[in-house]
């Protein structure tokens, strides 16, 4: 057995990779970390993450960032659940799904939303920037709602696209979007992955609502 550890919050994107370590059933150790604004992260994790974000994997001590990486190593200890896709066409959908969530919609549309001054030093235009980046994520939210049909995004089949996407609808609620009105296939699809028993589990483990209701 390898030994794992996932650094995360709760949350956060590490969602996505938390239930996937759920999903293959292996032990692991799940490090709480904050990296809200203005925490204090520890000196530990620095050295082990100098970009200072969460998800952090380490592999029998080889340590790993970024969701599409860290889905990848952990879908390489389950071979057999083809958790990065099937078929050599289902595996570049996944890799196309999880760079555009990890780059676009996460990158772009949240990161500019939560952290305008990543994206100018000028605080002046920052109520600006993030009524941009409200419009890259709602621009998102419909790219993925007309890809949508059914329980699963890639090939029939449960993959780490599933979990990401779990994570970007509970920030729609999170933001104020009305999610159900507005995106009825994304919604039943995130329903529809809450009575999945890893993703149970691990929103429980979170402590996260697995109604889905808006935040009030
Ligand atoms: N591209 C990175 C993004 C990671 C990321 O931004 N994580 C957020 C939590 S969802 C974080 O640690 N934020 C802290 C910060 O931005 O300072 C990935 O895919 O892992």
Redesign the pocket.
Known sequence: MPNIKLWL?YG???LAPHILLHEIGMPFEAVVTS?SEGANLTDTFVRLNPK????VLSLDGEII???PAIATAISSLAPQRHLMGRTPLDQARVYEWMNWL?GTL??QGFGCLW?PQRFSDDPGIFDRLQTKAKTTIADCFQTIEGKLSGPYSTGGAFTAVDPFLLVFYRWGNNIGFDMSATYPKYTAFARGLVDRASVAATLAAEGLDPSLKPAS
């Open positions: 919050s956060a994107c590490s990296v200072k974000r969460v998800p960032t970024e969701v990890s996460h990158g952290r």
